[in-house]
């Protein structure tokens, strides 16, 4: 993809675009951050000037995810609310263009989460949860139930976490989501291990474990799960024992 790139001189924007957000895409996917910028950026740009909406919301959401991974927070929420616009602009001509609007409104959800405004997480993602109930949208539909969960636990909505979180798992399962799935299964560890079922939280995070342990691309592994691994493990060792936990 690299070399394609380095002599697409003579093609149109609109593919140089793609091939650059392309190639940022798949570097970014491997974690490799600083190579993922340039190719990017550029391709942002290029999609700038492009004409192009649909074009422009997809590159503004990969730059959005490389400005999260790069923790500048405010530039993320900025690319996401843009990208918002541009896939409103052109969701009633899009068959899928439902499903962009609810990806970026979760997306904005996300970033909130991460600077610790969890009103502003919790109210971006549940506007977009009834996008992504569209046809077509089951698979970030389960990711973002389990987003949504995850939220509820920390801030102590007990019985509206263990709802998402299910579906979540019952959906990321269905889908072969297995990050999302890893996700949701130790939120739901964690609603075990406050209602008394040690031994299924103890089992469903090893499960969680080998499911993540599989994953191949180092992207995935962004969202180390430390907020949920945490509550999961203290709790469990408690309950169970350190010896019996351990085992």
Known sequence: LERA????QDLSVILRAQCRETVGYFLLQL????AAAPHIDEALALARVSGDLRLLRHTLQTAGNLAT?????DRAMALHVESEHAARAVAAASPNGGLYVGTQLWLQGLVAQQVGDTATALARIGAGIPYLRAPGGSRRLGMILGELGAIQLSIGSLDEAAVNLLQAVAMTWHSHYEIALARSLRGVC????????????AQLLGAADAIRARTSYLASRVLPDHDLIEQCATRLAQHLGPAVFER
């Open 31 to 34: 974690g490799d951050i600083a």
């Open 5 to 8: 790139v380095s002599g697409d």
């Open 69 to 73: 991974a790069q923790r500048d927070f």
């Open 190 to 201: 964690v609603v075990a291990s406050v209602t008394d079922q040690s031994q299924a939280g």
